[in-house]
């Protein structure tokens, strides 16, 4: 068994690029050092979708994902729209929104940090 920290997390180094295609392709490249030919990739939250990436692009025996969305891009096309709620004055209201909305249902109240 082996296992990765996301990029910048854990001691691991931050990659020169972002984006999942560019983790997916540093991840393949741990593999081949470790000498692996088509591990099970195990991903959890955002390393879900890397795993399912990394194994259509790369020889996998599986893919396992743990609490984590296979497709990112409606998440990622609400937090774009949401940038200046979340990045200015009106960070706490779109909190709210976002808490009274499925966050509550499923976890209960919540608070930022």
């Known amino acids: 068994m082996r296992s990765a920290a996301s990029s910048g997390h854990g001691g691991s180094p931050a990659l020169p690029q972002q984006g999942l295609a ?5 991840i393949h490249e741990a593999v081949l050092e470790a000498g692996l030919d088509a591990p099970i990739v195990v991903g959890h939250s955002i ?9 259509a692009r790369y020889p996998a025996a599986g893919v396992v994902t743990v609490t984590a969305p296979l497709r990112v891009e409606p998440f990622a096309q609400l937090l774009r729209s949401l940038r200046p709620q979340l990045a200015g004055d009106g960070f706490a209201e779109a909190w709210a929104i976002y808490q009274d909305g499925w966050v509550a249902a499923t976890f209960g109240p919540l608070t930022p940090w």
């Open 47 to 55: 390393g879900g979708p890397l795993a399912t990436i990394y194994a």
């Open 22 to 26: 560019v983790v997916a392709e540093a």
